[in-house]
């Protein structure tokens, strides 16, 4: 079964410095990645994914995240962190083998930015 | 705003009753999925409707059914409802992109608390 793991529950940076989340994922073939923001009281909002072809991906907000076959990631990363960047993210990744393409989601990392 | 619509927001009823979640799909998208955040398991999905017909189900316990109307709305029942049951609900909707993967978009949740 696939299975996704994001090692840090809670990350804090300043405004305007990089952000780097970690995603590792476990699954047999070519996944279907993505990278979900859920703000306090919200819904789940997609940043980005990764279906096939160039493995660096842009998202919405200035995020970017790369996939890498080798060690089976799939970091998120923005080069300047806004305050309103704070919120939880989840990496999910979906079996593209399948007629149905549920998501299996990590754990999340709590983003807190100090201004 | 996804083009989800979760009714009701909020939730509050007491252990052994029964409820039903509802969730509007974005114009067009044949797929219902419904998944569980709680606070210890994390999301997680519990089952998809593909035009009306049940395709996969997750951890769904048995107390839970869903269905997916002609007009493919879908409702998710709980019943014999248990503290542990206290969770934020999501369904989401999917459309296959382009790339060849599918994208799911989600509602805002109904917020279920079971007192």
């Known amino acids: 079964a696939q299975s996704v793991t994001q090692p840090d529950i809670h990350i804090t940076v300043s405004e305007g410095a990089s952000l780097e989340l970690r995603c590792n994922y476990s699954?047999?073939?070519?996944?279907?990645l993505f990278w979900y923001v859920q703000s306090p009281g919200q819904g789940l909002q997609l940043l980005l994914k990764?279906?096939?072809?160039?493995?660096l991906v842009q998202g919405i907000k200035g995020f970017e995240a790369e996939f890498k076959r080798s060690q089976s990631s799939f970091n998120l990363r923005k080069p300047s962190v806004h305050w309103s960047d704070a919120a939880e993210y989840f990496c999910?990744?979906?079996?593209?083998?399948?007629?149905?393409?549920?998501?299996?989601f990590g754990k999340g990392t709590k983003l807190s930015v100090i201004p | 705003d996804s083009g989800v619509t979760q009714t009701p927001k909020h939730l509050i009823t007491a252990t052994g009753q029964r409820v039903t979640l509802r969730c509007s799909p974005r114009s067009g998208d044949l797929s219902v999925y419904w998944y569980q955040q709680s606070l210890d398991q994390g999301l997680q999905f519990l089952i998809h409707y593909y035009n009306g017909e049940e395709r996969a189900k997750g951890n769904i316990l048995e107390r839970f059914s869903a269905q997916q109307f002609p007009d493919l709305h879908s409702e998710l029942n709980l019943s014999s409802l248990e503290l542990g049951d206290s969770a934020l609900y999501f369904c989401a909707s999917s459309v296959r992109s382009q790339a060849g993967g599918t994208e799911a978009f989600f509602g805002q949740g109904t917020r279920l608390t079971v007192v």
């Open positions: 999910a990744v979906a079996d593209s083998g399948a007629g149905s393409y549920q998501l299996t």
């Open positions: 699954y047999g073939a070519t996944p279907y």
């Open positions: 990764y279906f096939s072809g160039d493995t």
